[in-house]
């Protein structure tokens, strides 16, 4: 497993894989409530699939172009990370989106939600585990 | 929920995790030397048409239901796509990996039960 971690601090710290994930899951977040936000303000009576109806909202474009910024951010965590890895630990979003669909759009979380929040953070925990310990000592 | 709800919901995850495999695929063709660039342009393609598809098919869905209904459909996410990533891309997944998504999986099943 060595061989295909990177270093913790590369040549640029701003190209760091884990910071530039770090800003991935802060960006997906902020457009995934923008978007939603925008999506309730103007939903149709009836069911359109392709969703094209949300399209004259600013929030909508807004959290469209998060998406774009974050997929930059994506692209510079996938130079470096496994897909795999990159990925499973990008589902931090589980976490984050239910948790600012409470603070912010009131939606509720139930107890057996708030389990499964925490399964997902166990989760995270048991891969990101072996990543650290692995940087702490090269 | 009504099938065509439902397969749609699978199909948007099954689209996300090929758009996925796509880019790093991508990646993975730059990073060659020399680069494999036709490569890099085709997989790069698709990447942003399966995820121009994606966008538009999760916004109909943001239209119709809670977002935290509608964000645990991506639990099956992490299973498909380490699995697509062990097949198609060759990494090597460790035990403890394993044991990690399956949890991440069960737990955002969990987080979409209500």
């Known amino acids: 497993m060595l061989d295909v971690l990177p270093p913790l601090f590369p040549v640029s710290r701003l190209l760091n894989p884990y910071l530039q994930l770090f800003l991935t899951v802060v960006l997906v977040t902020i457009a995934e409530i923008l978007l939603k936000q925008g999506a309730m303000a103007s939903a149709p009576a009836s069911v359109d699939w392709l969703g094209l109806s949300s399209l004259p909202s600013r929030r909508v474009w807004v959290g469209a172009a998060l998406l774009v910024l974050s997929s930059g951010t994506w692209i510079l965590v996938l130079r470096v990370l496994p897909l795999y890895l990159a990925f499973t630990l990008s589902s931090v979003v589980h976490?984050?989106?239910?948790?600012?669909?409470?603070?912010?759009l009131g939606e509720q979380i139930h107890p057996v939600r708030w389990t499964g929040i925490a399964l997902v953070l166990a989760g995270i925990w048991i891969i990101a585990r072996p990543v650290s310990r692995v940087e702490e000592h090269p | 929920m009504s099938g065509t709800l439902l397969s749609l919901l699978i199909g948007c995850q099954v689209l996300l995790v090929v758009s996925q495999l796509f880019l790093k695929h991508a990646m993975n063709l730059a990073g060659r030397t020399p680069p494999a660039r036709a490569g890099v342009v085709l997989f790069g393609g698709l990447f942003v048409a399966a995820m121009t598809l994606w966008f538009l098919l999760w916004m109909g869905f943001l239209q119709v239901m809670p977002l935290s209904q509608v964000l645990p459909w991506e639990g099956l996410s992490p299973v498909l796509l380490v699995i697509g990533a062990a097949?198609?891309?060759?990494?090597?997944?460790?035990?403890?990996?394993?044991?990690?998504?399956?949890l991440i999986s069960a737990g955002v099943v969990l987080v979409s039960v209500s």
């Open chain 2, 87 to 102: 097949v198609f891309l060759r990494e090597k997944i460790s035990r403890e990996a394993w044991i990690g998504i399956s």
């Open chain 1, 95 to 104: 976490v984050t989106i239910p948790v600012c669909s409470w603070l912010v």
